[in-house]
């Protein structure tokens, strides 16, 4: 299994719309609200990079009132 977290900055006004919108996503296990530059993080889980790839690109990424995102894939340590 691979992992992912995506860091989204929302429109002003958009959060809890594009965080119901982004719960909705097959592959998406985990949506939190945090403070700082960026509005939420999401952690994607899928069998491969690809597909976890896939799912920010063609999916969340699409959702009306996202403003920009930033993607930082987990690498294994050992």
């Known amino acids: 299994m691979e992992t992912l977290y ?3 900055e ?4 958009r959060l809890d719309d594009v965080i119901r919108k982004i719960r909705d996503v097959p592959s998406v296990t985990e949506v939190q609200a945090v403070t700082g ?10 069998p491969h990079i ?12 699409k959702i ?3 403003k920009s ?3 930082l894939v987990t690498v294994s340590t050992g």
């Open 6 to 8: 995506l860091l989204v």
């Open 10 to 13: 929302t429109e002003i006004g």
């Open 37 to 46: 530059p960026f509005d939420l993080i999401v952690k994607v889980e899928a």
């Open 50 to 61: 690809n597909a976890a790839l896939d799912t920010v690109v063609h999916k969340i990424r």
């Open 64 to 66: 009306a009132g996202i």
């Open 69 to 71: 995102t930033e993607t």
